[in-house]
């Protein structure tokens, strides 16, 4: 299905589906400030109204883990009241994701109305043909990550039937090495098996969180993408023995499934002023042309088809 009403301009039509991707919201009870200084709430507000203002409607937003900081009930309620209403506008549903700082009794009986459970919570969504298992990657009482037998058997079971659009597979823990050395301490443990129920099935992509930075890579020849937090993000430069969180480039992650692609944006969240470009009705005119105009006004490094629209004359990139 197609989401995007879009003008065709390149060699791919509109995406079969279109999915927002957050991660590690970390919501204290009563709104108090993380660490004493991250306004979470407020940098969740931002990347969500920018989510909107983009007018791209996903299917779902995938949020994987680490909601609330300390499993607070409030801080579940509180992120509920705050995501659902834009879901709602946009259409999209909201696909949760548990997380190490998250715990397992408020997150299935706030966020899903379920009796409390102790259980692993895992979940399979079909969006239109796309799967999407949400996995439970957490260990009770600490913070590093495991899947358990019992899950890597439900997931095989899961995966034995393909879907049509084929599957994401959103976990907190990422299968993949940090360069942040000490985050290694807390990686999924005994990746081996999950990389083996995952060979050769339809899994087209792994989204991921708890590293509080945008990361890509791939895991079982499956393309990886990790969505930094909303709330703080790690700074990768520092030391290698250091670990510096810092209240600055936060970020989500658009993720667009084609036929035979999956793409990942990683969207700034941000104020930062704007220093270029132009709106739809440029737009509007190049699809007016025919492909040869097109190129000639917009790829010409001679063309200067853009400078009525921009102020200051500058072309755009
Ligand atoms: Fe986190
Ligand atoms: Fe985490």
């Known amino acids: 299905m197609a989401l995007d ?18 991660s590690d919201t970390h919501f204290l009870g009563g709104r108090r400030p993380l660490y004493g ?14 989510l909107e203002r983009s007018g791209r409607r996903p299917e779902a937003i995938v949020i994987t883990g680490d909601l609330a900081d300390l499993g607070e009930p409030e801080a579940y309620e509180r992120l509920r009241s705050q995501l659902e209403p834009v879901a709602d506008r946009m259409g999209s549903r909201i696909i949760w994701v548990m997380g190490n700082h998250d715990e397992r009794e408020p997150y299935s009986s706030i966020l899903f109305g379920e009796e409390p459970s102790a259980d692993p919570q895992d979940r399979v969504y079909d969006l239109d043909g796309l799967r999407i298992i949400s996995l439970d990657s957490t260990v009770p009482g600490y913070h590093h990550g495991e899947v358990t037998d019992q899950q890597l058997d439900w997931l095989q079971e899961v995966l034995a039937f393909p879907a049509a659009h084929g599957t994401l597979l959103a976990l907190h823990h990422p299968p993949l ?52 937090a909303t709330c703080y993000t790690i700074d990768t430069s520092g030391p290698p023995d250091a670990l510096l969180g810092v209240d600055g480039g936060q970020s989500i992650t658009l993720v667009d499934v084609y036929p035979h692609a999956v793409v990942h944006s990683v969207v700034p969240v941000t104020s930062a002023p704007q220093v270029t470009g132009f709106d739809g009705a440029v737009l509007e005119r190049l699809a007016a042309m025919t492909p040869h105009e097109r190129r000639e006004a917009f ?10 629209d921009v102020e200051g004359g500058s072309r755009e990139s």
């Open 299 to 308: 790829s010409h490094k001679a063309s200067t088809f853009t400078l009525l």
């Open 177 to 228: 090495p940090s360069p942040v050395e000490t985050m290694a301490i807390l990686e999924l443990q005994e990746q081996e098996r999950l990389a083996e129920v995952l060979e050769g099935s339809d899994v087209r992509a792994i989204l991921a969180g708890h590293l509080h930075y945008a990361t890509h890579g791939t895991f079982a020849g499956i393309p990886v993408s990790v969505a930094a």
């Open 5 to 22: 009403h879009r003008i065709q301009l390149g060699q791919y039509g509109a995406p079969l589906h279109r999915i927002a991707h957050v």
């Open 37 to 50: 200084a991250v306004d979470t709430d407020g940098h969740l507000a931002r990347a969500l109204e920018q």
